[in-house]
């Protein structure tokens, strides 16, 4: 593929990104949904253009994530997991145990959302919104993890789905 086709296809998927991680900070129930659409769009650069072009678009929609958006929690689930996870979970899933993949994702996952929730308190200033009493955080955390299992499943299948139907007629429109 020609570098000027794979730069047009990472500018283009970058914009996108950026405009629904504007769409999630704008609209609050898309807040969490726009990140893991995405990292499909990283998957989809990762998978067509390879692991540089998805590298400088996360970057990008990082940067521009985290600076434009009204709603930083969005630029920042996206920054700090799902926009680098899709590039670094084949490197994950090489390891030879299962128990310590699922562990190793688990911790990643976990350590991320923490890590955002803790910025947004004691960097920007955000309070944390503890409607739920001294029981919400944990609530919250177990919540993430159940949307990050559902996350897992989908997004093998929806890359089975692209390897096995469109990763062929993609490549060939742009050759």
């Known amino acids: 593929m020609k570098a000027s086709k794979i730069t047009a296809l990472a500018g283009v998927a970058s914009a996108l990104s950026v405009v629904l991680l504007y769409l999630g900070s704008v609209i609050w129930i898309f807040s969490y949904v726009s990140p893991l659409l995405c990292s499909f769009l990283i998957t989809f650069l990762l998978q067509t253009a390879g692991k540089k072009s ?28 799902f926009g680098y996870y899709p590039i670094i979970k084949a490197a994950i899933e090489k390891m030879r145990s299962k128990i310590l993949c699922i562990v190793a994702k688990l911790f990643l996952f976990n350590g991320s959302m923490i890590t955002v929730q803790l ?7 955000i309070p944390f919104d503890n409607t739920l009493g001294k029981w919400g955080a944990l609530l919250l955390l177990v919540g993430a993890n159940i949307v990050f299992f559902f996350y897992e499943v989908l997004y093998n299948r ?10 062929k007629r993609i490549k060939n429109i742009l050759k």
């Open 54 to 81: 998805a590298l400088i678009s996360f970057i990008a929609v990082s940067i521009l994530g985290t600076v434009l958006m009204p709603d930083k929690e969005t630029g920042l689930i996206y920054a700090l997991f």
């Open 119 to 125: 910025i947004l308190i004691y960097v920007l200033g």
């Open 158 to 167: 929806l890359l089975f789905l692209y390897q096995s139907k469109y990763e």
